[in-house]
């Protein structure tokens, strides 16, 4: 499987292919009722009121461009820039900028003032739709499915479409980094893991596909299950021949079994080679997701044995 990872690569520009055009654009006192009353009857229009001298300007406009260029057409934005549209201003009680309004069937119905962080646009923009999925998400969802089912190379493909449109997206690159693994292509995946920059890299969701990656290049290294409980029936003890166990179990795809041995580690000795047992198994549960049931089960009982 054939993959280039490369988060620096910008977006496609507005107005490329895809369906991006007109979903941003800067629009005056002239073009407002076309511009924004009038399309908000079709769908939500933002309206960011700006300046060419507004520090604060320039980091919101680019994150929101982004947002309504990942909402896929479920949102539009407008911009206007105060300098040259005063009485519009005035109109809207504009006192500063940035300044932005979501209007809806011809009526502002939320707001902000000041840049705000991307998470606040997302929700903000989550109001206006109605909690609408945008397009990216939906195929995420579909991907990340694909991939639970088994079918690494359906899901890879999506993946890589999601990408395409933002090569920065956590999920699709968590997700790549998964199918990657799926398929037994670890060098690949351990480039692709290389070039991340450390932001991105310690986004949860992607920290834990590279966890998953951790764990199968260990385990495609571990010995033989068999040799591992020969060595633990002559000593109950032998936490490191337990641990090597629980990587050789993990390795055959049998995840339950290795939990198990790990907290039955972690149960003879928690401390054992600064924590070893833990770690490990912490390590095991990122890899398996937090919603996996072998994640909640097992945590529940890491936390009886810890705090028993």
């Not at 800067?26 to 511009?35: E, G, K, N, R």
């Not at 820039?81 to 900028?97: I, K, Y």
């Not at 499915?145 to 999920?171: N, T, Y």
Request: with cysteine.
């Amino acid at each position: 499987m054939a993959f280039i990872l490369d988060p620096s690569a910008p977006p496609p520009a507005v107005g490329a292919a895809g369906g991006n055009g007109d979903l941003v654009k800067d629009s005056s006192t002239a073009t407002f009722m076309a511009d924004v009353i009038e399309a908000s009857m079709e769908v939500p229009v933002i309206v960011d009121f700006w300046a060419p001298w507004c520090g604060p300007c320039k980091t919101l406009g680019p994150a929101l461009e982004k947002a309504v260029r990942l909402a896929g057409g479920l949102v539009r934005l407008v911009k206007i820039n105060v300098d040259e549209n005063q009485d519009l201003a005035a109109q809207m009680n504009v006192r500063s900028v940035p300044s932005v309004f979501g209007f809806r069937q011809g009526r502002p119905v939320d707001g902000f003032a000041g840049a705000v962080p991307e998470s606040q646009i997302k929700s903000f923009i989550e109001r206006l739709t109605g909690g609408a999925k945008p397009p990216l998400e939906e195929a995420l969802d579909m991907a990340r499915e694909a991939l639970d089912a088994g079918d690494a190379a359906s899901a890879s493909q999506v993946f890589a479409e999601i990408l395409a449109h933002d090569p920065a997206h956590p999920g699709a690159v968590a997700g790549m980094i998964r199918c990657l693994v799926a398929t037994g292509d670890l060098k690949e995946a351990r480039q692709a893991v290389s070039r991340l920059p450390d932001a991105l890299a310690a986004n949860g969701e992607v920290a834990a596909a590279i966890s998953a990656l951790d764990l199968a290049e260990q385990a495609s290294g571990a010995g033989d299950v068999g040799a591992f409980k020969g060595r633990l029936d002559a000593n109950p003890d032998d936490h490191q021949a337990r641990l090597d166990l629980a990587m050789a179990l993990y390795a055959e795809g049998r995840a339950e079994a290795a939990i198990e041995e790990l907290l039955e580690l972690i149960r003879r000795d928690r401390a054992w080679n600064e924590e070893a047992g833990r770690k490990q198994l912490v390590k095991l549960f990122d890899a398996l997701g937090p919603a996996h049931p072998l994640t909640a089960a097992g945590r529940r009982r890491l936390s009886s044995i810890l705090f028993s």
